[in-house]
Structure formats: C-alpha cells, structure tokens
C-alpha cells in the first residue's frame, strides 16, 4: 500500500522547498500533474528557476529525467531518435533518443521549428514513437514537462493548437515577490546552499507509491451533478463571445482527472465543485483562442475562465 497522494505531496513540497523559494501552488500543481501522467507547458521569464524545479522534482520522484534544449535548427530524429548503421555488423540499429525516458524537458519548445514540435505529438497522446515505421512503446510513466518564454518572440514559433491541447496543464511562474526575493539573495550567500546538491537528501519517491497515488486519484468518486458541471464549463467556453475556439472534449476530460487528484489531495475520496474551480484556470487557459477584439481590449484567457466560472451554476 502506498503513501496518500498528499503525503507524497509534503514530501516534494519539502524536497523542492530546499532549492525553489516560493512558487508553491504553480510547483504543487506541477507535482500533482507528473502523478496524474499529464503533460504540462511551464511559461515564465528567464531565471525564475523552471528548469531547476523540474530537476528537483524528478530527482524527488526518483524517476528517469533527460532534457532538450529548443533550438531552430532542432531535428525530429534529435528527439525521437533514428537507425544508425553500425558499421561492425553492417546492421542498423536504433539510436534511442531523449523521448526515451520518464520525465522529458522540453526546454523553450517555442524555440523549435514546428516539424520538431510535431515530433512530441505522438509520444504525448500514445507513449510511442515511430521510427523506420517501427511502433516503439515509451515508458509507462512518460511525461513532458515544456517551458516557453512569454515576452521572447524572435525566433520562436507559436505552439499549434493540436499540441496545446496535449499539455494537461499550462501553468505560469511569476516574479517572486520582495521578500521571497530576499530569500534568495540570503540563501546564495552560503556556499553550501548557493548551488542545489545534486540528490536531494531525503529517499525519492518510489514508483510503486507514484502508482498508488495514481490510484488513488483515479478512485475519487464523482457524482452525476459535477459531471454535468464539469462538462457545462467547458461548453460554456465554446459559446463566449470573447472566444474565437473554445475547449475541446479532451479538456474536459483533463479538467475532471487533475480536479480529482486536488480532493485526493485534500485528503477526500470525492470530488467538489470548488476542486474544479481551483484548478480549472491550469487546464482550460492555453486552450483558449481568443477573438481579435478580444485582444485588442487586453482581455485574457484567465478572465473569461472567471467570467465562465461565475456563469455556470455550481451543483448543491
């Protein structure tokens, strides 16, 4: 039997709390997202500590993590991997790529040109990639974690919608605020704090427990009244005046599953409608598209989620 998803939850606030100052609920949505097998999109300035937590937070589930960095001359085969002839057998042989492991960052997939993107959308929704026309199954617990930078548009290529709407979430990283700030500064000034160890003290998360947990959000019960709540939210979106294209099926179905994980969470075995509220902005915000005069009035994503929010009838 393993830990309850909020224990393990403590466990990794604790772990990422030794490297990461601030940032808690984006990090806790983050967390509870990799143990759910979502895929989420990291957006935040540079040096806000994005890639270090994803560090931090495959370490503390001791799971299999490598990295890509976004560039414009980035190849599909960098990511999925190609046949290479080994020229002692004659044979080809299939050189794994980065794809091939538990966590995979993304880092600045923007930067990629959209053939490479592309590249991520089989392994995203199937957990395989074809190589040569060969199927090759991915590890079970594969799960991409992308960063994008908000403000960086030379040299960057907007995300298709067909992949947005892959990532579970899209969770924003802001500036720290002053005293968090502060921290910081305090903390690189010892040596031995100024640079994360690289493994965290504590023991990692074992597989067996991510599986549980799992579980155990999977089992939360939801009632018929907050199915029907669910699915009226994100058909609401469809209909807005200020939306161009609304929410798809798929996140409906994202916004249940990562709404269940936050009642486990809680400590409950069934859902409640402020669960869906509370992690409904995550989920639906970077699957918006947005009318043009919508735009131009500055109106966002997170508002009309509000406005939608407020609109819909919560069950009794």
């Known amino acids: 039997m393993g830990k309850p998803l909020a224990e393990l939850a403590q466990h990794a606030r604790a772990e990422l709390g030794k490297v990461i100052v601030g940032q808690e609920a984006p990090l806790e949505t983050l967390f509870l997202t990799l143990v759910c097998g979502g895929h989420v999109l990291l957006e935040g300035v540079p040096g ?26 980035l190849m599909p085969a960098d990511i999925t991997g190609s046949s290479v002839l080994d020229m002692a057998t004659s044979q080809f042989r299939v050189h794994e790529g980065p794809v091939f492991t538990d966590l995979l960052l993304a880092d600045e997939i923007n930067r990629m040109p959209p053939r490479t993107q592309a590249a991520l959308l089989e392994s995203m929704q199937e957990r395989q990639v074809t190589i040569d ?3 090759r199954s991915l590890s079970p617990l594969f799960t991409v974690v992308a960063t994008q930078n908000p403000v960086e548009f030379e040299g960057t290529y907007p995300l298709p919608e067909a992949e947005l709407d892959r990532f579970t979430v899209k969770l924003k990283m802001d500036y720290p605020a002053a005293a968090e700030e502060e921290a910081i500064l305090a903390r690189h000034q010892q040596p031995e704090t100024a640079a994360p160890a690289p493994d965290p003290a504590a ?32 058909r609401r979106t469809r209909e807005w005046p200020a939306v161009a294209l609304g929410a798809s099926p798929r996140a409906a179905i994202h916004l249940m599953q990562i709404a269940k994980a936050v009642a486990a969470l809680e400590g409950r075995d069934f859902l409640l409608p402020d669960d869906v509220k509370r992690i409904a902005a995550p989920v639906l915000r970077h699957r918006l598209v947005m009318r043009a005069e919508a735009d131009l009035e500055g109106m966002t994503s997170d508002q009309v989620i509000g406005d939608v929010l407020a609109a819909v009838p919560v069950p009794k």
Do not use: C, M
Request: charged share 20%.
């Open 203 to 234: 023991a990692p998360i074992a597989a067996a427990e991510i599986v549980a947990a799992r579980d155990e959000a999977s089992a939360v019960r939801v009632d018929a009244a907050l199915l029907t709540y669910v699915a009226a939210i994100v």
């Open 48 to 73: 806000l500590g994005k890639t270090l937590a994803v560090r931090t937070l495959a370490r503390t589930l001791g799971v299999r993590f490598r990295r890509v960095q976004g560039t414009p001359d």
């Open 133 to 135: 026309g060969v199927a």
